[in-house]
């Protein structure tokens, strides 16, 4: 992405060090990372910044994905914070990215475990999730 997009954006990772040997599932933040800079800086005239922070909460390990792209509409995020990835009808061929790490959340989690997406239009987007902390 960073050849593609050229200096168009940075990453800032804050990882907390206890966090760094623990087992985490495959392409989790790869696809949410990806949105933001497709998605969310597309047409932004500053430089995109996407914040990374991975912190162990309880027996929790604790990610946040933040950046101040240019946010979604109240009716993309009602719809993602609301599908059920256990529901077996049809979905939009849109966020298949959010949607795929959602449903490996919460098939290999729980429920509890689904993506919390906050946004504000013009103002950016920030993911938070939970996995247990397993070493």
Not at 39 to 58: P, R, S, T
Not at 103 to 119: A, D, M, P, T, W
Request: glycine share 6%; net charge negative.
């Amino acid at each position: 992405m960073k050849i593609r997009y050229s200096d168009s954006f940075r990453v800032e990772y804050m990882v907390d060090e206890t966090c760094l040997d623990c087992q985490v599932p495959r392409l989790i933040l790869q696809p949410l990372i990806e949105n933001a800079i497709v998605h969310g800086f597309d047409n932004l005239e500053e430089q995109g910044c996407i914040y990374v922070v991975i912190n162990k909460a309880g027996e929790n390990i604790q990610f946040e994905i933040k950046d101040n792209g240019c946010g979604m509409t109240q009716e993309t995020l009602q719809r993602l914070n609301s599908w059920n990835p256990l529901d077996n009808t049809e979905h939009e061929n849109s966020s298949i990215g959010i949607n795929n790490v959602n449903s490996r959340l919460v098939l290999n989690f729980g429920q509890s475990y689904k993506l919390n997406i906050e946004s504000v239009p013009g103002a950016g987007t920030k993911i938070t999730f939970r996995i247990p902390y397993n070493v």
